[in-house]
């Protein structure tokens, strides 16, 4: 069984009469440690899949797999647990808590979770060491973003999921963000999964997955995975 699988998931919204799908049967799977880009245009349901796999949203039918756990056969308290040790997020606009130090920032995500990795560790790994005592107003917007990647890598979880990390950043500060997920891969061996609607980046990915009109169009293994301080989009 493969570290993460989707096995002909779906998930209907119903708004009145109105039904849309917006994953119309996936099919997927990814192996631990892998770097995994999920591209595909506006709508196509990226965001629903990240979701979903993250626990933040539950699937009309099909099966959710990480880890040996079914997780779409989870109860709300389970998915608690789930989202609070497992998973760790990296949102497009940070979500960074604006009256807390980057330090605090990091250490309050730490402290919903039994063996966090330490705080200052994680901040001196993502290059912040210098800033750690300063506010996220007081912060660039690369560097916002890297407190929220060190946030989510001080709970040690399962897995990384970003969605579209790099969308409100210029063009250098965002691939400095993409190399830096790309190197935590690397050098953690933990599992990324990042959501793009930015075809270049399926360059860098170790595993690329192209979704499109809520399915699953093409999954594979990417033969030669560039470098992403050398991708250019
Ligand atoms: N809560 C919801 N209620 C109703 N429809 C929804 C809901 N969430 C998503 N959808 C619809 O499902 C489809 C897939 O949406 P989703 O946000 O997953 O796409 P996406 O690929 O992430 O798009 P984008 O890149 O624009 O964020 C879209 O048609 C969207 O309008």
Known sequence: MAF???NDVRKVYKMGEVEVAAA???TF???AGEFVV???PSGAGKTT???MLGGMDSCTSGTITLD???ISRFTERQLTQYRRLDIGFVFQFYNLVQNLTALENVELASQICPHPLDAAQVLAQVGLSHRMDNFPAQLSGGEQQRVAIARALAKNPKLLLCDEPTGALDYKTGKAILKLLQDTCRTTGKTVVLITHNSAFADIADRVIHVREGRVA????NPHPGNAA???W
């Open 38 to 40: 999920v591209v595909g």
């Open 68 to 70: 040996g756990r079914e």
């Open 218 to 221: 093409s999954c594979y293994i």
């Open 230 to 232: 050398d991708l250019e």
């Open 24 to 26: 119309d049967g996936m």
């Open 49 to 51: 899949l990240l979701n």
């Open 29 to 31: 799977s990814a192996e």
């Open 4 to 6: 993460v699988e989707f």
